[in-house]
C-alpha cells in the first residue's frame, strides 16, 4: 500500500492485504483508492471472508471490481462491510461481486451509534444470497443493508440480486435510492404476515429508479398479496418484473411524480398502489411498447431526461 491517507495523497490499494490493512491503517478522516480489480478466488480469504472495515472518509475504487468474495457456512452471518466508527463516510466507484450462503446477511454489520450516514456513489454489487438467506437483526428494526441507527443513500448504484430469500424482508430501513437499479432473479420462500417486514422497500425515499427481472414465491400458501413498498415516497420509478406466485403487488407509499409498470411482463401479479386514489392515478399500468416510447411517457408526464 501506498500514499499518506490524505486526500491529495490517498492510501492506494493492490491486493487482498492491503484490503486488509484497512483496519489498522484507517482512520475516520483517512482516504482510499482502489487502483486495479482484485479476486479473492482462489486465496484462503475466498471462503473465509472476513469484512471490509469502513475506517475512513473515502473510498474510491476507481471502477475497479473486487470479486470471489465467497462464504458457506449456513449457520452463521455474513456482510460486506463492517462498520467501525460513528462518522460518515463515502464509497464511489466501486463494483463488488460476492455470494453467500447463510443464515444471515447485511450489506454492513455492526453500525457504530449514534446514526450516520454513509453514502454510495456510482457502485455496483452483485449478490447471490442461497439457502434460505435472512437479513441480520432478523426484526423490524433490521435490513438487508442496514439497520435504523444507519442512513444509507445510494446514488446511481446498481443492484443485482440472485439466489433466494428466506423470507420478504426489507432490503433497506433507513436511508435513499437515488438513480438505482434493481434486477432480480429472487425465489422468496414465505412473505411474512407482519406488513412493517414484509415489504422490500420501507419507508424509503425513491426517486429515478428502475426494477427489473424476476420474483417467484415459494410458499406453502399462495400469498394473495405482496406489499413491495410500504410508505416512503416514489418518483419517477418504474417497475419491469415478472412475479410468479403472487397475484398482487402493492405499493402502500406516497407517488410524488408518475410512475409506471409494465402489465405485459408481470407475470401473474397486478401493481396497486394502496396509498389514496389521487396517489394512485400516478402509478400507470403501461403495455411494454409504451414503456420503451419515450415520447409517449413524456407525455404522460414521465421524465425521460438523459434517454
Not at 458457506?72 to 462498520?83: E, Y
Not at 438513480?179 to 419507508?203: E, H
Amino acid at each position: 500500500m501506498t500514499g499518506s491517507g490524505s486526500s491529495g495523497d490517498p492510501y492506494v490499494i493492490y491486493d487482498i492485504n492491503d484490503i486488509k490493512q484497512i483496519y489498522n491503517k484507517g482512520q475516520y478522516n483517512y482516504h482510499f483508492r482502489l487502483n486495479n480489480d482484485i479476486d479473492f478466488t482462489g486465496t484462503s480469504y475466498a471462503t473465509d471472508y472476513v469484512p471490509i472495515n469502513l475506517e475512513f472518509a473515502t473510498f474510491d475504487g476507481q471502477g475497479h471490481t473486487i470479486r470471489g468474495i465467497y462464504k458457506t457456512s449456513p449457520a452463521s452471518d455474513a456482510s460486506l462491510f463492517l462498520g467501525t466508527h460513528s462518522y460518515g463516510l463515502t464509497i464511489k466507484n466501486l463494483n463488488i461481486e460476492a455470494e453467500f450462503s447463510c443464515s444471515t446477511f447485511s450489506l454492513v454489520n455492526n453500525p457504530k451509534l449514534p446514526a450516520v450516514n454513509y453514502t454510495y456513489e456510482n457502485c455496483k454489487f452483485v449478490l447471490n444470497l442461497y439457502e434460505g438467506t435472512t437479513p441480520q437483526f432478523n426484526t423490524n428494526s433490521g435490513s438487508l443493508f442496514g439497520t435504523n441507527s444507519l442512513c444509507q443513500k445510494f446514488k446511481y448504484c446498481t443492484f443485482i440480486i440472485n439466489g433466494s430469500l428466506h423470507s420478504a424482508h426489507n432490503f433497506l430501513k433507513n436511508g435513499s435510492f437515488t438513480g438505482c437499479q434493481f434486477r432480480f432473479d429472487t425465489i422468496v420462500y414465505n412473505v411474512d404476515s407482519d406488513s412493517s417486514i414484509n415489504g422490500f422497500f420501507k419507508d424509503i425515499p425513491m426517486s429515478d429508479t428502475g426494477f427489473f427481472g424476476r420474483i417467484r414465491f415459494q410458499t406453502e400458501t399462495t400469498p394473495e398479496s405482496f406489499l413491495f413498498a410500504d410508505g416512503g415516497a416514489a418518483s419517477n420509478c418504474y417497475q419491469v418484473i415478472r412475479y410468479e406466485g403472487c397475484s398482487s403487488v402493492l405499493w402502500n407509499s406516497e407517488i410524488n411524480t408518475v410512475c409506471f409498470w409494465d402489465n405485459e411482463n408481470s407475470g401473474e401479479a397486478e401493481i396497486i398502489n394502496t396509498n389514496s386514489s389521487e396517489q394512485a392515478a400516478r402509478l400507470l399500468s403501461l403495455a411494454s411498447e409504451q414503456c420503451k416510447n419515450a415520447a409517449y411517457l413524456r407525455s404522460v408526464g414521465y421524465s425521460c431526461e438523459g434517454e
